[in-house]
């Protein structure tokens, strides 16, 4: 069974930093393509940004905002993926999920939400100013 599970989210003001965690189960961080999505109060799940990607190999991509801000990562032995947030502003507000996709996606797709076949439930993040 297949368990994603965000943890780290919470309130900072302008310019604060979080670092997001994604304890995966039935997974292995390390051979599946894993990203970072988040979704803004208001929009569809089918409106869910991709923010940061990682492939099995240890390529990334980032979304243009965050480039230079955030850093993906994973741990292969606690079997967990990061997002270490900084310099966050109040755009960034949004809940956070993780999901993964078994094996390679294209490194073009990466921050594409159709191709992921499993997501986490979320954590909030809330930058105030």
């Known amino acids: 069974q297949v368990q994603l599970v965000e943890s780290g989210g919470g309130s900072v003001q302008v310019g604060g930093s979080l670092t997001l965690s994604c304890a995966a189960s039935?997974?292995?961080?390390?051979?599946?393509?894993m990203a970072w999505f988040r979704q803004a109060p208001g929009k569809e799940r089918g409106e869910r940004e991709g923010?940061?990607?990682?492939?099995?190999?240890?390529?990334?991509n980032f979304r243009g905002s965050a480039k230079g801000r955030f850093t993906i990562s994973r741990d292969n032995n606690k079997n967990t993926l990061y997002l270490q947030m900084n310099s966050l502003k109040p755009e960034d507000s949004a809940m956070y999920y993780c999901a993964a996709y078994p094996g390679f996606l294209g490194w073009w797709s990466l921050l594409i939400p159709t191709p992921y076949n499993y997501w986490g439930q979320g954590t909030q993040v809330t930058v105030s100013s």
């Open positions: 039935g997974v292995t961080v390390n051979t599946y393509s």
């Open positions: 923010v940061a990607g990682l492939l099995p190999d240890g390529r990334t």
